[in-house]
């Protein structure tokens, strides 16, 4: 029996528990954007399995979808620098923990901001 959130996840904006059975993640989430392409949560995951895969281009994709649509996801910011970053495209990878940075400020979130200025800071 497998099932796609632990404990820990988010579940997806409905606010229903989410259990599928047989279907791994980019297939379920791919199936989650089919039915509602702008599901903040499930672009996430799905550039967030994309980069996990190493499919670098795809996972940016995804974030940059993500981002267009929902310019606030401050995560989104923070995990596609990360995957920029460890592809050694150090000036994107700026670019986005500026963009990122900006976003944290305009929704008071102060541990994202914290975290990408310290990756900001690490990357001179």
């Known amino acids: 029996m497998r099932t796609l959130y632990s404990s820990h996840d988010h579940v997806a904006s409905s606010g229903a528990v989410v259990i599928f059975f047989g ?3 980019l297939s379920l989430l791919s199936e989650i954007l089919s039915q ?3 599901d903040a949560f499930a672009r996430y995951g799905l550039a967030m399995e994309y980069s996990k895969a ?8 995804e974030f940059n979808h993500l981002l ?14 990360q995957t920029l ?12 923990l500026a963009n990122g940075i900006a976003s944290a400020q305009r929704t008071g979130n102060d541990h994202a901001r914290a975290e ?3 990756l900001q800071a690490e990357l001179g």
């Open 23 to 25: 279907m791994d993640r």
């Open 85 to 96: 970053v460890q592809e050694g495209r150090t000036e994107e990878a700026k670019k986005m």
């Open 116 to 118: 990408m200025e310290a």
């Open 36 to 38: 509602n392409p702008n």
């Open 68 to 81: 267009s649509v929902h310019p606030d996801y401050t995560a989104g910011y923070f995990m596609a620098a």
């Open 54 to 61: 190493g499919e670098v281009e795809r996972a940016l994709g």
